[in-house]
Nanobody
Framework: QVQLVESGGGLVQPGGSLRLSCAAS????????MGWYRQAPGKQRELVAA??????TNYADSVKGRFTISRENTKTAYLQMNSLKPEDTAVYFC????????????WGQGTQVTVSS
């Protein structure tokens, strides 16, 4: 059974920083793309950042220059979020395309990020 577990969300003031972590576990042969998505109340889930196994990255325009996605040990992804704005408030979800018994996308349970003074 493959699981993605996120951590690191919380309440932060505008201009502050947070670091989200996503750890994959279970029967995993390889992980291709890992990414972070977010969903604010009343809005659709959107891609924030993604990183391939080779280290190529992709960011939403709204977070370029402020957020950095990285991977460690192939099964862990991080999202370093700096210069946070109130509009970054959302539930953040980790996503990974994993080759285990089958090849499919997995989602974490989500972690709340609130940017407010």
């Amino acid at each position: 059974q493959v699981q993605l577990v996120e951590s690191g969300g919380g309440l932060v003031q505008p201009g502050g920083s947070l670091r989200l972590s996503c750890a994959a576990s279970g029967v995993i042969f390889s992980i291709n793309v890992m990414g972070w998505y977010r969903q604010a109340p009343g809005k659709q889930r959107e891609l924030v950042a993604a990183i391939t196994g080779g280290g190529s990255t992709n960011y939403a325009d709204s977070v370029k220059g402020r957020f950095t996605i990285s991977r460690e040990n192939t099964k862990t992804a991080y999202l370093q979020m700096n210069s946070l704005k109130p509009e970054d408030t959302a539930v953040y979800f980790c996503n990974a395309n994993i080759r285990g018994i089958a090849v499919r996308d997995y989602w974490g349970q989500g972690t709340q990020v609130t940017v407010s003074s």
